[in-house]
């Protein structure tokens, strides 16, 4: 079936609260406006039941079907938060909030959730519930992480959780997804080199930082290029350096830091394994000390085979065949939808934003065009995934 057609009829409200969105973004888990306005209109939909303050500030909104059937519960997730940026597209509902834009989209997949939520409230067509989770913090916060840890999957019984992100370069009308690591685990990591420091003209009586930090920087290159299978997926990308103060002085310190980037979760332990070899045995080699740190992130975000398969299914009932890719490339960025697809069976899918700016760019907005699409999709997976009959 295509868009569904009461979908449609609902598409300019919903762009309206994607644009009310827009203009009022938050960051993290100070998203208390948002959350309220979800809340809010939740109740207004005739939803069974609203929970507040679920991993902090995370809303979840319950839709009983017309049939108990066997009590199940399946979770649809989005996130609410937005990005430190200072919005640049000039659009007329641009934020009004100085250094805060959605540039990343989540006012549109919560208004897309909101959509759906309001479709099935009114049709109730399907057996058991749909858990509505509307989640604070994802852009670096890991409140995907705090949900879970307050109780989301135990307390509303959810058995299967799914999420959808929008995706610039995808065409619009078009999803992508694939079993397995669809976006990366995320690590930080700090490199402090340390010598005695001396005269820029006297190198020979200390240790140099500064040598000691450009060769390492050009060996972490060999790690993913010479220790990773090339048909496996793994970026290490050193970001930062940091040192000295003068043209006339070998510094005392350089500092590096980088990111680690992996699909697989024993990939993710061989680069840092390597990681630590190579600045560890280069530090020494040059005659300086080293203290590393790296800081885990988001684990990898990885779909389980049978959920992946059925929320391709979903799609190609609202796109068709042609238009949904299950076996697409994956993505180096990280999502934390990761830790509900640890705590349960579930799927997370793409959905094509057209020729857009990229996500996390000052121009980036998300495309109204594609909420039917997204409403759609939720609205089927529900009651697909929570038949009537059979």
Excluded at 261 to 268: S, V, Y
Aim: negative net charge.
């Amino acid at each position: 079936m295509p868009v569904i057609n009461r979908v449609a009829d609902l598409q300019a409200e919903i762009v309206g609260w994607r644009h009310d969105f827009h203009r009022q973004p938050e960051l993290l888990y100070d998203v208390e406006r948002t959350a309220a306005r979800v809340a809010e209109l939740l109740r207004s939909f005739g939803v069974d039941e609203v929970v507040t303050g679920i991993g902090r500030t995370g809303v979840v909104g319950l839709i009983k079907g017309r049939k108990a059937g066997n009590g199940r519960v399946i979770g649809l997730r989005a996130d609410m938060d937005a990005l430190p940026i200072i919005e640049r597209t000039g659009k007329s509902y641009a934020s009004t909030v100085p250094g805060k834009m959605h540039a990343c989209g989540h006012d549109g997949h919560t208004s897309m959730l909101l959509g759906a939520a309001k479709y099935l409230a009114e049709t109730r067509n399907f057996a058991g519930t749909v858990a509505l989770i509307f989640q604070p913090a994802e852009e670096g916060g890991a409140g995907g992480r705090a949900m879970v840890e307050d109780g989301l999957m135990e307390r509303f019984g959810i058995a299967e959780v799914f999420g959808l992100h929008n995706m610039p370069g995808i065409p619009l009308g078009q999803f992508a997804i694939r079993p397995g690591g669809i976006m990366a685990s995320t690590g930080e990591f700090e490199i402090v080199l340390q010598s005695t420091g001396g005269h820029a003209a006297m190198p020979n009586r200390t240790a140099d930082p500064v040598v000691a930090a450009a060769q390492i920087v050009v060996a972490l290159q060999t790690i993913v290029a010479r220790n990773v299978d090339p048909l496996r997926s793994a970026v290490l990308t050193v970001t930062t350096i940091h040192g000295g103060t003068t043209h006339n002085v070998i510094p005392r310190e350089v500092t590096l830091t980088g990111t680690v980037r992996t699909l697989e979760k024993e990939l993710r332990t061989l680069v840092e394994g390597r990681l630590r070899e190579l600045v560890t045995q280069l530090a020494a080699a040059f005659g300086v000390a080293a203290e590393m740190t790296i800081r885990p992130g988001y684990p990898v975000t990885l779909n389980a085979p049978e959920q992946t398969a059925f929320a391709a299914k979903v799609a190609r009932e609202i796109v068709g065949d042609a238009q949904v890719a299950d076996q697409a490339d994956g993505t180096m960025a990280g999502e934390d939808f990761a830790y509900m697809l640890e705590a349960r069976p579930g799927a997370y899918i793409f959905l094509g934003n057209g020729d857009s700016s990229a996500l996390h760019s000052d121009t980036y907005d998300f495309n109204d065009e594609a909420l039917p699409y997204g409403v759609s999709y939720w609205i089927r997976l529900a009651e697909m995934a929570l038949p009537l009959e059979g």
